[in-house]
């Protein structure tokens, strides 16, 4: 009885699936049928180091296990290839990392010796998102085994294939219904149910951490997190790009948008893809009412990269194009890197140096985000940092669309999109949020007490040098007291966002002889991780720890003042000061509620007594300025 029950269970759980799986497929806007000279890419059948994508004609893609042992074996059979763990996920999985170098016993000190530009690249931040494991799969074994060697010969290369190992095993056909293939995609947040790419500047999670401690040991010229989108149809196969316009990095943006795109651009097309500038569809649908480039903040990876002055680049695959188109262009996108850095990256690192030198007097903690009226709000980049955005003039932009057209919803009422297919060009407006705003004016350095040693760790985590005092110090700071403010996400919804409540407010500065315990330190901002350090620590800054409520316990006053003892005390502050007696008549005039609630009246006298806690609402970080 029971083996038959679980018969039927069986053929039950298939058929649901088969209906299920043909069903998210089946309502896919029309695929456009791809050839191009990448194909050439693919290993023939009995090559002993073929892939399982390639095998499965890019239906599938390894599993972790599979993955690392497949690198295993080929680190272990070539001497050009090292494979490493940078740390472990929370699930106790290794997250590993392919040195590929032509330098004899590689540690990060050696390949710096060498004097070699290096690369690194990551994929499966978003692990769904796999495109760049197969890709890297691929060219490490021609690298290791084909005819890529020389790519080696003046420039190491550092590929993780897997940053989010333990949500790359919550695999299913269900995971990501916008995607065509592979079969199974992992998760787009870790176990911990973190988005990876949020994580960059608070650092919350192993994965981010680990990579941040690569990109400080390693010290790479230029930063690559591959990923795929979700969103419009377009002709592009692959996009990709640095922060665009703005940023902390000028040099750097110049060459990402001059050097770097005009060669790749060039590889990728003689090699039949199509690529194109990173897209959003600004009214959230399609095209019609243009593009919308926003800078989101260095809790992504390209931003975090741009503001600590790391060429950081953002690939963004057309979900809708084949698994095979992805990866090959892919494949494309990260050899082209590599020979550019051939014969480009001594003047990036020279580029880049400059850029770390620059301390600029004003530094902005947002840029506008060009708001829409009646959009439709789905999850993008740009729903955070929206402040009184204007909406200023477009630059516009050839866009190798697809043609759409809006249906009326039987369904919700509302129009939505049908993708149709068919190639068309349009000339549409190209929105970029190029506008700073919240300028703070750079102090010499930051004073960080000892009683916020997850902050003191994390900043060190950046690579952010400081100074830790081992005796205790007054020092003359200003400091910020908080005024207006309000607790929830970027939407102001008060939810929870990424773990976390989060917390905006309006500042008033005081100066203050402040007392710093043993442990506290200073961080001086004259140095090249300076402006990372002012938008981790300035709290008006979005990706500040305190917006992300790591200050939470400021907001409490916890000392308190029983009646009994208030009340002779205000009826002596009335009779000592006639100015405090009007301005309380006054108070109680205005106030209605004030004039009825007997407790707000004996804290507001409270609050003027020297009894009163002076550290409410006090944000505990100095400023020398
Ligand atoms: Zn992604």
Redesign the pocket.
Known sequence: MQHINKIRLTIYTLCSLLVLSSTAQSFLPPAIEWHGKSESLIAKPGNLWITTAEKSNFVTTPDYNETMNWFKKLAAASPLLTMVSIGKSVEGRDIYMIIASTEKNVTAASLKKSGKPLMLAQAG??SG?IDGKDAGMMLLRDIAFGDKKSLLNKVNFLFIPILSVDAHERSSPYNRPNQRGPQNMGWRTNAQNLNL?RDYAKLDTKEIRSVIKVINEYDPVLYMDI??TDGADYQYDITFGGIGQQGYSHGIRNWLETTYKNFTDKDLTTNGHLPGPLLNAFNNQDFSQGNIVTTGGPRFSDSYGDLRHLAAILVENHSLKPYKQRVLGTYVLLESTLKLLATAGQSLKEITDKDKSVRVTKIPMAWKVPQMKNSVSFDTRSNQQNADATITAPDSLHLSAIASFIHKSSVTNSDYVEWLGKPVTMKIADYKSSEPFDFITRPKGYWVPASCDEVIARLKMHGIKMNIITQPREVTVEMYRIKEYTFGDDNNKLQPFEGHMQVSGTTKSETRNQLFPAGSVYISTDQALGDLAMLLLEPTSKDSWFSWGFFLSIFQRTEYIEAYVMEPMAKKMLEDSPELKKEFEQKKKQDNAFANDPNAILTWFYSKTKYYDDRYLLYPVGRTL
């Open positions: 931040i978003h998102e790419n990923h795929v």
